[in-house]
C-alpha cells in the first residue's frame, strides 16, 4: 500500500514536471520530486542484510526499491536534457545523502550517565517525555531534536545554570567525551561534534543548539532523545521501518550535483546555488549572501 501510494504521487508530480517543461518559456524554473527521500527512509533496511529490523519474512522482496527510485530520477534528468536549449542551464542537486539506521543513541540518557544532568525521581527515568523529570537546578546539558545538544545556559534558559564564561570550556569537554564513545563492538558512534557558532557564525543565540552532532553510520540520534526521554540504554537497536537516515555527519553523506556546464570550483556547497543562479542571469551577489557562483558564464535567457 505505502509504495502504491508513492508511485501515484511519483506519477502525478512526473506528469506536472513534463507539463512545466513544455510550457516553460523564460526565466528559472525550479521542480523537487520528494520521493526518493522518502523511499529511503523507509526501505534501507531492506537493502542492509545487517540491519537488525530486517524481515526475513520478506528476504530480499524490497531490496531494489531504492535503486528503482534512482533510475526513475535519471529518466527525469533525461526528459530535462532532452527539452532544453543550448543554452539553457540544468542544475540537479539533492542537499543530503543517505545511510542505515541500525542503532539509536540516547543522548540524553548519556548526559545523565556522565553526570551533565540529573533527575528529580531517578526511579521514573524513561518513563516521561519533554524533560518533565529533569532537576533543571543540576542539569548542565540536554539534547534536543535529533542532532542538537544545548547547554542549560544562564540568561537563556529559565533555569540556566551554566555562566556565558563557562560555556566554551563545557562545550569543549562534551566535544571530547562524545567523540570517545563506543558501541560494545568497539564502534565510534559519532563522527564529529561542531560548535555553531563556529560554522553558522550568523544563527540565533536564543534558539541554536551549541553544539552539532554528527553520527557515524550505521548510528543517528534515538527515537526518544528526540523528546527529551531518557530511557535506560544509552544504545538500542532500531526495530522500526524508518531505517535510513540523513540525520548523521555531513560529510558522510554527502548530496549530489549535476549540471551541464563547467563547475569552477572543487568543493561546491549548497550556500553555492544561489549566487550562481544570480550569475547566470548577471546579477551581483548581494554583500550580506554567502557562497561562489559555481561557473562563470552567463545564460541566454529562453524566449518562445
Same mark, same amino acid.
Given at each position: 500500500?505505502?509504495?502504491?501510494?508513492?508511485?501515484?504521487?511519483?506519477?502525478?508530480?512526473?506528469?506536472?514536471?513534463?507539463?512545466?517543461?513544455?510550457?516553460?518559456?523564460?526565466?528559472?524554473?525550479?521542480?523537487?520530486?520528494?520521493?526518493?527521500?522518502?523511499?529511503?527512509?523507509?526501505?534501507?533496511?531492506?537493502?542492509?542484510?545487517?540491519?537488525?529490523?530486517?524481515?526475513?519474512?520478506?528476504?530480499?522482496?524490497?531490496?531494489?526499491?531504492?535503486?528503482?527510485?534512482?533510475?526513475?530520477?535519471?529518466?527525469?534528468?533525461?526528459?530535462?536534457?532532452?527539452?532544453?536549449?543550448?543554452?539553457?542551464?540544468?542544475?540537479?542537486?539533492?542537499?543530503?545523502?543517505?545511510?542505515?539506521?541500525?542503532?539509536?543513541?540516547?543522548?540524553?540518557?548519556?548526559?545523565?550517565?556522565?553526570?551533565?544532568?540529573?533527575?528529580?525521581?531517578?526511579?521514573?527515568?524513561?518513563?516521561?517525555?519533554?524533560?518533565?523529570?529533569?532537576?533543571?537546578?543540576?542539569?548542565?546539558?540536554?539534547?534536543?531534536?535529533?542532532?542538537?545538544?544545548?547547554?542549560?545556559?544562564?540568561?537563556?534558559?529559565?533555569?540556566?545554570?551554566?555562566?556565558?564564561? =563557562?560555556?566554551?570550556?563545557?562545550?569543549?569537554?562534551?566535544?571530547?567525551?562524545?567523540?570517545?564513545?563506543?558501541?560494545?563492538?568497539?564502534?565510534?558512534?559519532? =563522527?564529529?561534534?561542531? =560548535?555553531?557558532?563556529?560554522?553558522?557564525?550568523?544563527?540565533?543565540?536564543?534558539? =541554536?543548539?551549541?553544539?552539532?552532532?554528527?553520527?557515524?553510520?550505521?548510528?543517528?540520534?534515538?527515537?526518544?532523545?528526540?523528546?527529551?526521554?531518557?530511557?535506560?540504554?544509552?544504545?538500542?537497536?532500531?526495530?522500526?521501518?524508518?531505517?535510513?537516515?540523513?540525520?548523521?555527519?555531513?560529510?558522510?553523506?554527502?548530496?549530489?550535483?549535476?549540471?551541464?556546464?563547467?563547475?569552477?570550483?572543487?568543493?561546491?556547497?549548497?550556500?553555492?546555488?544561489?549566487?550562481?543562479?544570480?550569475?547566470?542571469?548577471?546579477?551581483?551577489?548581494?554583500?550580506?549572501?554567502?557562497?561562489?557562483?559555481?561557473?562563470?558564464?552567463?545564460?541566454?535567457?529562453?524566449?518562445?
Amino acid at each position: 500500500m505505502f509504495l502504491a501510494q508513492c508511485e501515484l504521487v511519483s506519477q502525478e508530480r512526473t506528469e506536472q514536471y513534463h507539463r512545466a517543461l513544455a510550457n516553460f518559456r523564460r526565466g528559472c524554473l525550479f521542480f523537487y520530486f520528494g520521493g526518493p527521500d522518502l523511499v529511503q527512509h523507509m526501505f534501507w533496511r531492506d537493502r542492509d542484510p545487517e540491519h537488525p529490523g530486517r524481515d526475513p519474512r520478506q528476504a530480499d522482496r524490497y531490496a531494489d526499491v531504492i535503486d528503482k527510485i534512482y533510475l526513475s530520477a535519471d529518466q527525469l534528468v533525461g526528459d530535462a536534457l532532452d527539452t532544453i536549449g543550448d543554452d539553457d542551464i540544468l542544475m540537479v542537486l539533492s542537499d543530503h545523502g543517505f545511510t542505515t539506521f541500525r542503532r539509536g543513541f540516547n543522548l540524553n540518557t548519556w548526559l545523565l550517565q556522565n553526570g551533565y544532568t540529573r533527575l528529580v525521581n531517578p526511579a521514573a527515568q524513561g518513563r516521561s517525555e519533554l524533560f518533565a523529570n529533569v532537576d533543571w537546578a543540576h542539569a548542565k546539558a540536554y539534547g534536543l531534536g535529533m542532532n542538537g545538544l544545548y547547554v542549560n545556559l544562564a540568561g537563556r534558559e529559565k533555569h540556566g545554570l551554566i555562566k556565558p564564561s =563557562a560555556r566554551r570550556s563545557l562545550l569543549e569537554e562534551l566535544r571530547e567525551k562524545l567523540l570517545a564513545v563506543r558501541d560494545v563492538d568497539g564502534s565510534a558512534v559519532i =563522527a564529529r561534534v561542531d =560548535a555553531v557558532q563556529d560554522i553558522y557564525p550568523g544563527a540565533n543565540p536564543l534558539v =541554536a543548539p551549541d553544539l552539532i552532532v554528527g553520527y557515524a553510520p550505521p548510528f543517528r540520534a534515538g527515537w526518544a532523545t528526540v523528546l527529551g526521554k531518557m530511557p535506560r540504554d544509552q544504545i538500542e537497536d532500531n526495530l522500526d521501518r524508518w531505517s535510513g537516515t540523513h540525520l548523521i555527519a555531513a560529510n558522510l553523506i554527502p548530496g549530489i550535483l549535476l549540471v551541464n556546464r563547467k563547475v569552477m570550483v572543487d568543493d561546491p556547497r549548497m550556500t553555492d546555488i544561489a549566487p550562481t543562479i544570480l550569475r547566470a542571469y548577471g546579477i551581483s551577489r548581494p554583500a550580506h549572501m554567502t557562497g561562489r557562483a559555481l561557473f562563470s558564464d552567463v545564460a541566454t535567457t529562453r524566449e518562445a
